[in-house]
């Protein structure tokens, strides 16, 4: 009697990627990330204000990478795991520090009052999905190669030279553009300068360059884990930037434009750069141009 050997079908590939992810967390994660949310949600409607939902996008990162670690008993290349938390944790804090040294507790963000006055005594539930919800989706989108950079056990390599160097110089651009903007609102309220859109620093290089920096930061998170992870976790940096220069970027610039038109229009003529970084004269000379193209010439 012959015996038959039972050969099992192999799992497609992208299949055991998924199961991969899901047993290393990803939907305890998620769904984690979401009721912390819902969480916020319900208190800011007892509140009034939404205002709780800034602490998350600083403060969901660190607790994702001590999630990830506990939950894998610090699998991984130690090393890395070490770069990236304090590179996490700096970033998280920064920016914690400065929504609460802004007045953040307790105010809320402009973006988010507009809102409320358009959409009136319906706002209690759409601010669940535009707000609370929305931010969730891009957060944990960004957040998702920190799977990869957290669990590759791979040695450090050039890559990750590059992308703690990305990450750190992020953080400090960041850093310099919101205290130079600190400086000259404080300038202005103590009458010391007739300035009404800010002319110094890193904001004569470029409109936004604290922005500039939020962007990079997660490019820089996405490239420590980018050769451990799926390809389409680069989704993750891509929505964020699409984030910042279609959404975000644009409310900005049209507050300004709705506020101080005149000093608006001339500050986008003196730094045309909304995002990258180009030295002012250059700036200025691109502005110029781009003036006299966009006006008619005199007959």
């Known amino acids: 009697m012959k015996l038959e050997v039972l050969k099992t079908t192999p799992a497609p590939k992208s299949q055991n990627m998924v199961l991969d992810l899901v047993a290393s967390g990803l939907a305890t994660d998620a769904l984690t990330l979401l009721g912390i949310n819902v969480t916020l949600w319900i208190a800011s409607l007892f509140l009034g204000k939404t205002w709780p939902v800034d602490f998350v996008w600083s403060g969901w990162p660190p607790i994702m990478c001590l999630l990830i670690l506990l939950r894998s008993s610090f699998a991984g290349n130690r090393h890395r795991q070490l770069v990236v938390c304090v590179l996490v944790s700096l970033w998280g804090y ?56 957290l669990l590759n056990t791979s040695p450090l390599s050039p890559t990750d030279a590059i992308a703690a160097t990305v990450a750190a110089l992020s953080i400090l651009l960041e850093a310099a553009a919101d205290l130079q903007m600190d400086a000259f609102q404080s300038a202005r309220r103590e009458k010391r300068t007739d300035a009404v859109v800010i002319d110094r620093g890193l904001w004569l290089w470029s409109r936004h360059p604290n922005y500039l920096g939020e ?85």
């Open 94 to 149: 920064r920016l914690t520090h400065n929504f609460v040294a802004r007045g953040g507790i307790g105010h809320e963000d402009w973006r988010y009052a507009d809102m409320r006055a358009q959409f009136g005594k319906h706002f209690w539930w759409i601010s669940f999905f535009s707000v609370f919800l929305g931010q969730t989706i891009f957060l944990f989108g960004g957040c998702l190669t920190l799977y990869g950079a």
């Open 215 to 299: 962007i990079c930061w997660w490019w820089g998170l996405y490239l420590f884990g980018a050769s451990a992870a799926p390809t389409w976790v680069c989704a993750g940096p891509i929505a964020m930037t699409l984030l910042f220069v279609g959404i975000t970027i644009q409310l900005m610039e049209d507050r300004q434009i709705k506020n101080k038109p005149q000093a608006f229009a001339e500050y986008k003529r003196r730094v045309p750069s909304a995002l990258l970084l180009v030295p002012p004269p250059v700036n200025r000379a691109i502005g110029d141009w781009l003036y006299r193209a966009s006006v008619p010439a005199m007959r």
